[in-house]
Nanobody, 116 residues
């Protein structure tokens, strides 16, 4: 059974950094594209970053230059390094298989709160 478990969220001051991790089980991780989404209160869930099975990456304009997505296929883990965090980055961050919001599987989410 496929399972995605996120960790690494927390409370940080503006300008700080966090690294999110998402460990997958029950899938052949190396052949799956993976992505991070986020959802702030009262807003729609949005794509933050995605990484293809071959390593190609894509980022939302709002996080380009600040966030880095990476993967370790041996550990079945996808990471999201978040630097220069802003209060507007506050959201629940979700890991999922695939790039598009439709389809795939989602993790339970991890809360990121950035204070000014």
């Amino acid at each position: 059974q496929l399972q995605l478990v996120e960790s690494g969220g927390g409370l940080v001051q503006a300008g700080g950094s966090l690294r999110l991790s998402c460990v997958a089980s029950g899938i052949i991780f190396s052949i799956n594209d993976m992505s991070w989404y986020r959802q702030a209160p009262g807003k729609q869930r949005e794509l933050v970053a995605a990484i293809a099975s071959g390593g190609y990456t894509n980022y939302a304009d709002l996080v380009k230059g600040r966030f880095t997505i990476s993967r370790d296929n041996a550990k079945k883990t996808v990471y999201l390094q978040m630097n220069s965090l802003k209060p507007e980055d506050t959201a629940v961050y979700y890991c999922k298989t695939g790039w598009a919001a439709g389809g795939g599987s989602w993790g339970q989410g991890t809360q990121v709160t950035v204070t000014s």
